[in-house]
């Protein structure tokens, strides 16, 4: 007797799973189709794989190499590689404030886990749980969190929407993507690391469905749109910035060149100008330039009266804008 029993990824269909190595070769047609073929002692079906895949990976060598392409770096095919709609590029920088804070949250997980895991003998001594805890902020992060029952019920409730897109709206999406790919064609874009094609316009449209089910929406609104636009760039930003600056480049140009891509855009261009110092010392960070260094070659800048502060030192933007 002969059956069909469903997988690992039959099974997580509409749900979530952590793949093994043995699911590479499979996984193609679940992430192209979101379905799975099967034919075996003659038996040919194909099964729904309805799921999401959230993947993580180490570089080759325990060291991402700034001069390769992310392929190069990890070891997966391209043609797995481009089948994610996101690619975040996370780098160990040396970073004295994201150390400090990251240093601060650990210890304060571990002191209140031992905390929670003190004998039920032990008496509580007056003033020793934190008035945090009576409000669930129990790591001080300013607001408390929800629980697990009210998660589930929010992404329930969310999956019963199907948001459509509106005809206004496809215009956009279409110059949006023929825009992207006009970039590459220009050279604007190292091709090796960021490319676009037919699948990432298909990801522009599930990230904006999946922005309006979050908001319980059966329509899909510029809101929308912007918002996937908004994270599909920043994916982008993350593999493309990711050279190291070259032997002998001042760092003064290299932060005068940040600062002028960013001004050009159109996000910037609304706020009159200025640009967050935060968000130059991250693009600056992967260009090995630390936090120090950008606030020097600012402050250089500044004495030739090309750029300037605005009164808190959080922002900058240039004096007259760059062509």
Known sequence: RTGVRTGSREGRHRGTDKMEEGDRTAIHEVMEQQSVSIAKSGITTTLNTRTTI??????????????????????????????????????????????????????????????????????????????????????????????????????????????MISDELQKDIVDAYVSMRDDEKRGDVDSRKSYTTPRTLLAILRLSQAHARARFSTRVERQDFEEAMRLMKASKESVELSAPAKKGTNPLDLVYDIISDLARRETVQGNDGWVELAHVVSMAGHRALTKEMVEEAIENWESLSVLCWNPEKTMVRFMVPPA
């Open 54 to 163: 959230l993947a993580a990976a180490n570089p080759v060598y325990g060291r991402y190499n700034p001069y390769k392409s992310p392929v190069e770096n990890i070891d997966l095919p391209p043609a797995l590689l481009s089948r994610f709609d996101l690619l975040f590029l996370l780098l160990d920088t040396p970073d004295a404030d994201k150390d400090r804070q990251l240093a601060l949250h650990v210890t304060k997980v571990h002191s209140d886990y031992e905390r929670s895991q003190a004998r039920p003998d032990e008496k509580a001594v007056a003033g020793d749980e934190p008035p945090e805890a009576d409000d669930g902020d129990i790591l001080n992060l300013g607001f408390k969190a929800f629980d697990a029952t009210f998660m589930r019920t929010y992404v329930r409730k969310a999956r019963t929407f199907e948001p």
